[in-house]
């Protein structure tokens, strides 16, 4: 079983002319602040009013200056399927506007690492990767992309790199990782 991560709603509300926009980005920290309360309360006691729903599922919220809200969610949470309430989502907060769009974060982020050895074990390459990138949260031990009988003759192959939270190369910063003392060219994993 995956460790539980935290994930992210963002609801997003159209700013349809640029004075709404400005004034969206000229709110200072004890607005968004008191927004972000606003709705943290809101959203929170609507969902546990759900008879589904038996504790608080968000642990944060934030306003954007774009004036999007971000909800985080309790890594606590594994038994909500947030899909099922955006409409109690975007009902709770249309006193802040029309909400166009709700978008659910993704528990894990995939990505290929090329050339790794395949004398390592996966421990050992998930021991590498935590010392070199402390800032990568791994969702899961890394795996092989191959079968053992097709790795058989190399001296290098791909592994599966699986990282907590909705994660993109530009957020990784790099192309390349070093694993246990080699390079490995880093790829987004397409299923």
């Known amino acids: ?5 935290e994930r992210e709603v963002k609801c997003y509300f159209p700013t349809a002319t640029p004075t709404k926009a400005a ?25 546990v009013d759900n008879q589904d729903v038996t504790a608080p599922p968000f642990l944060r919220v934030r306003v ?13 949470q594994n038994n909500i399927i947030y899909e099922d309430y955006a409409t109690i989502i975007t009902d709770t907060l249309s006193y802040y506007g029309k909400c166009e769009k709700v978008e659910l974060g993704k528990r894990f982020s995939q990505f290929l690492l090329h050339g790794v050895p395949t004398h390592l074990s996966l421990p050992d390459i998930s021991n590498s990767i935590a010392t070199n990138y402390p800032q990568l949260t791994q969702g899961q031990t890394p795996r092989w992309l191959t079968l053992a009988d097709q ?41």
């Open 151 to 191: 790795r058989e003759q190399k001296s290098t192959s791909t592994i599966v790199m699986t990282l907590t939270g909705s994660v993109k190369m530009a957020n990784i910063g790099r192309h390349y990782l070093t694993i246990c003392n080699c390079e490995c060219q880093l790829n987004d994993y397409v299923s």
């Open 23 to 47: 004034a969206h980005a000229k709110r200072n920290y004890s607005a968004r602040q008191a927004i972000s309360d606003a709705v943290f309360h809101r959203v929170n006691k609507a969902l």
């Open 1 to 5: 079983m995956y460790p539980q991560a």
């Open 64 to 76: 954007t200056m774009h004036g999007s809200i971000v909800l985080t969610t309790c890594n606590t």
